[in-house]
């Protein structure tokens, strides 16, 4: 980007991109006039994401897990744009629930879609972006700060890419790469949306102590991302306070513990009783993960 931190004419890949936080991050980008590059699973939603953009756009319908298919989605992207100057690493799936009682195949694929598929992501366009000078965004979560119970994979896999983003900036930095790392808390998305259709965690998700217990809306959050990454940011919070948990973070599994396992006791027969019911992804992104790995 140039000195003025100016995005119109940049390219950005966007994964994720068919609903959620990367579809409206790929809206604001073309709005700022960014060329934009979407992956994700599922073919119908991503034309219909680049069919409403204003600036030049194409899609590829890819799973970030798959290394060989994203090795060749970013030859392809490079050879019809020309260049890609910005990477956000924003795909993602959710899975709640005690982990004794976890199915550990969904279990495993929220660490796997999470943390190895942004690395997956980021080592295919890396070449790019070495030769862009560019910015890589990875999206993680208040998750990576506070290691909440019920949430043990989602927890694991944004603590992982998180940690993976500062190892990743150090080695690059030099060669003229910026990498951030973006935090959102509960952001009304299918994700989250899909996280309280299960009662109890609903129920337990609002006994958080305020703000983290509150839904932000979508907008003002995918505002920040985007300043941040114009500003080629190494931190960016989609919401005014998380910047806050850093300087706490330290003293939060003590305390998590301690106050997770009173309210584990207290919810433990009504997670007992509904356990069956939350196998497998949440949200509409998660069934469209589970139904490609099906559809194969």
């Not at 927890?155 to 993976?164: D, H, L, M």
Request: charged share 25%; proline share 4%; aromatic share 6%.
């Amino acid at each position: 980007m140039n000195a003025q931190g100016r995005l119109e004419g940049r390219v950005a890949v966007v994964t994720g991109a068919a609903r959620g936080v990367g579809e409206r991050l790929a809206r604001k980008l073309a709005a700022r006039g960014v060329r934009v590059a979407l992956l994700g699973l599922e073919p119908e939603e991503l034309r219909q994401v680049s069919d409403r953009l204003p600036t030049e756009s194409a899609y590829w319908p890819v799973d970030v897990t798959d290394a060989a298919a994203m090795e060749r989605v970013a030859r392809e992207v490079t050879e019809r744009f020309g260049r890609v100057d910005i990477v956000v690493a924003n795909a993602g799936v959710a899975q709640g629930g005690p982990f004794a009682d976890s199915d550990a195949r969904s279990w495993n694929r929220v660490v796997e879609v999470n943390l190895l598929g942004s690395a997956t992501t980021a080592r295919a366009f890396l070449p790019a972006l070495l030769d862009s000078r560019g910015y890589l965004l990875q999206i993680a979560s208040l998750a990576a700060i506070v290691p909440a119970p019920l949430g043990s994979a989602y927890c694991a896999s944004k603590a992982g890419v998180e940690a993976f983003a500062h190892c990743l900036r150090a080695e690059v930095g030099h060669r003229g790469v910026a990498v951030g790392v973006g935090y959102l808390s509960w952001t009304d998305t299918d994700m989250v949306r899909g996280v309280d259709e299960d009662a109890v965690m609903r129920e337990l998700r609002q006994r958080l102590p305020w703000p983290s217990n509150r839904t932000y809306p979508l907008g003002p959050a995918v505002d920040r991302l985007v300043a941040g990454i114009e500003r080629r940011s190494a931190q960016v919070y989609a919401q005014w306070w998380l910047r806050g948990m850093q300087g706490v973070r330290g003293v939060l599994p003590g305390l998590i513990a301690a106050v997770g396992a009173r309210e584990m006791r207290r919810f433990a027969p009504r997670l007992a009783a509904t356990s069956g019911a939350r196998a497998g992804l949440v949200g509409a992104g998660g069934a469209a993960d589970e139904k490609t790995r099906v559809d194969g």
